[in-house]
């Protein structure tokens, strides 16, 4: 008789210490997930930054052609580099801005190369941005 009075309250404490240290962990890791990687997020905007500024790339800014700007050049490799990082805040970037320049296109190249897609069935960054919302991936 002993031994259940002292069993039914050591296994209630067991089991609430195992439902607060469960519920803790879940708070904690999903705050985590959403808490943007601000340093990423500024080191990845310098980096596409650079690859479209005359004074920070070695890219030849006198060619119409993007691909010149990312050829061989190292901002544009950490980019890929970075894969879902860089693919998430560029996919952030488009979402937030209604600029559809070079710096957008090289942003379509970049994750149209880190999702590995085939076929390039876009003319603009926006328009490639637009087609992957609309494909829900």
């Not at 997930?33 to 905007?45: G, L, M, S, W």
């Not at 800014?61 to 950490?78: A, G, V």
Request: hydrophobic letters at 35%; aromatic letters at 12%; proline letters at 3%.
């Amino acid at each position: 008789m002993n031994i259940k009075k002292f069993l039914f309250p050591l296994i209630g404490i067991i089991v609430a210490s195992l439902i607060i240290g469960i519920s803790h962990y879940i708070t904690t890791s999903t705050a985590l997930k959403e808490t943007p990687d601000t340093e990423f997020d500024n080191i990845i905007k310098e980096k596409i930054s650079n690859l479209v500024d005359p004074s920070k790339s070695e890219a030849d800014f006198s060619s119409s052609n993007p691909y010149d700007y990312i050829k061989n050049n190292e901002n544009y490799t950490f980019i890929i580099t970075n894969g879902s990082k860089s693919l998430n805040y560029m996919l952030k970037a488009f979402s937030e801005s209604s600029n559809d320049g070079l710096q957008e296109y090289i942003m379509a190249l970049a994750c149209s190369e880190i999702l590995k897609e085939k076929d390039k069935t876009w003319s603009t960054g926006k328009d490639w941005y637009d087609k992957y919302v609309r494909s829900g991936t």
